[in-house]
């Protein structure tokens, strides 16, 4: 007497297997995007916040600055365009990434802070008292 094997199995896991490394896949292109993100975003708020504090610093130097602390970090993009106006008020900061389809933007505002200012001031109002 001979057995029959049915093939149903081998079709179902011919379904079910690239459907999974499909999804595997899928999560795996997601992590590495909020990661290329969040590191981004990082980055271009260190570099806002170092630029607001110094005056002296042009949009070339604040554009190798943010380019130099994003060497090496990304996973998934390669190159973020950056756009950025640096004037006596404040820095605005743009950068986008860009691979096949996906796209990435982020957009930094700060006003340029003056401590030394606001130190003193704090001081001469102590000294009225």
């Not at 190798?64 to 950025?84: A, C, H, M, P």
Request: aromatic share 8%; charged share 30%.
């Amino acid at each position: 007497m001979r057995k029959e094997i049915k093939g149903s199995m081998t079709i179902e896991a011919a379904v079910i297997v690239p459907l999974i490394l499909w999804v595997f896949m899928l999560i795996v292109l997601m992590l590495f995007y909020f990661h290329d993100k969040n590191v981004i975003s990082v980055i271009a708020h260190e570099t806002v916040v170092k630029a607001s504090g110094d005056e002296a610093m042009t949009a070339e130097e604040i554009e190798t600055y943010f380019q130099k602390r994003l060497n090496g970090k990304l996973l998934l993009f390669s190159w973020v365009d950056t756009e950025i106006k640096s004037e006596k008020e404040g820095i605005c900061f743009g950068g986008t990434a860009r691979r096949h389809r996906m796209a990435l933007k982020i957009d930094m505002k700060m006003k340029r802070t003056e401590p030394e200012k606001m130190i003193r001031n704090i001081r001469r109002i102590g000294a009225i008292k």
